[in-house]
T-cell receptor, first 112, second 112 residues
Framework: GENVEQHPSTLSVQEGDSAVIKCTYS??????FPWYKQELGKGPQLIID?????GEKKDQRIAVTLNKTAKHFSLHITETQPEDSAVYFC???????????FGSGTKLNVKP | EAQVTQNPRYLITVTGKKLTVTCSQN?????MSWYRQDPGLGLRQIYY???????DKGDVPEGYKVSRKEKRNFPLILESPSPNQTSLYFC???????????FGPGTRLTVL
């Protein structure tokens, strides 16, 4: 099955700095890569996703890049704010397969 | 309000006492799934369902059962819980595996 690895496990940045979280996947057939944000005591919430026919996608301060050849994708958060502090998960799945694989999570701490 | 609900939110039980965690969604989603979240392991898929009466195993199905008799409900059943099933459980729903998943608030289960 698919194996998704996520790094780093913890990340501390100063408010206003950028944060980058990286994930690799093993199954070259995977074609959907979402990122979820989990705040304390809540369920994960989708913040951005990308499909394999696209190399980059942006939504305001958040961007995701995908390198299919290297089988890795990254989450970029610019101008970080304290409310960005949370645990972030990457995931991978593929059409017609129905299973969903998550990375182990990154705890992001944005210091005011 | 579009949402996924889970009950109970917290449960402490003893080894071997059968329990059911309910999950309901009001978005008419065909795909529903159960995950468990453990420190350092991210979210791991237990079971998923593509539609009514259609269920299949995820990566960690041992010790769990599910049923999908109605589109909106997807209960998770632990016939004989054991301490290694102590975890945080999330139900999710979406249009499909390679599409946005909406997560419930989670159920924290402790098996003594």
């Amino acid at each position: 099955g698919e194996n998704v690895e996520q790094h780093p496990s913890t990340l501390s940045v100063q408010e206003g700095d950028s944060a980058v979280i990286k994930c690799t996947y093993s199954d070259s057939a995977s074609n959907y890569f979402p990122w979820y944000k989990q705040e304390l005591g809540k369920g994960p919430q989708l913040i951005i996703d990308i499909r394999s026919n696209v190399g980059e996608k942006k939504d305001q301060r958040i961007a995701v890049t995908l390198n299919k050849t290297a089988k890795h994708f990254s989450l970029h958060i610019t101008e970080t704010q304290p409310e960005d502090s949370a645990v972030y998960f990457c995931a991978a799945s593929k059409d017609n397969f129905n299973k969903f694989y998550f990375g182990s999570g990154t705890k992001l701490n944005v210091k005011p | 309000e579009a949402q996924v609900t889970q009950n109970p939110r917290y449960l402490i039980t003893v080894t071997g006492k059968k329990l059911t965690v309910t999950c309901s969604q009001n978005m008419n989603h065909e795909y529903m799934s159960w995950y468990r979240q453990d420190p350092g392991l991210g979210l791991r898929q237990i079971y998923y369902s593509m539609n009514v009466e259609v269920t299949d195993k995820g990566d960690v199905p041992e010790g769990y059962k599910v049923s999908r008799k109605e589109k909106r409900n997807f209960p998770l059943i632990l016939e004989s819980p054991s301490p290694n099933q102590t975890s945080l459980y999330f139900c999710a729903s979406g249009q499909g595996a390679s599409d946005t998943q909406y997560f419930g608030p989670g159920t924290r289960l402790t098996v003594l």
